[in-house]
């Protein structure tokens, strides 16, 4: 039986589909029963996919044109 923290250690893992299968239904289960982790769960998903709206911050774009421009001229 998985507790809270085993569960939260998975939980990555869990939405990425990347937990194998026994612990996937460990997790699926508990998350039947744990309306904390499901909580957990909820707060992950929405953050992830904040995450992944987020485009390369400006800095970064003129670093990487820095740095094709410093390669360009033979470093
Ligand atoms: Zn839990």
Redesign the pocket.
């Known amino acids: 039986m998985l507790v ?1 923290r085993d ?1 939260s250690e998975m939980l990555t893992d869990y939405t990425e589909g990347t937990l194998g299968a026994r612990r996937w239904v460990g997790v699926r289960w ?1 998350l039947a029963i ?1 309306p ?2 499901r909580a957990f769960l909820v707060q992950l998903r929405a953050t992830r996919s904040i995450l992944s709206r987020i485009r390369l911050p400006a800095d970064e774009e003129g670093e990487a044109r820095a740095m094709a421009e410093r390669e360009r001229r033979g470093g």
Do not use: F
Request: glycine share 0%.
């Open positions: 809270c569960v508990h744990c904390m982790c």
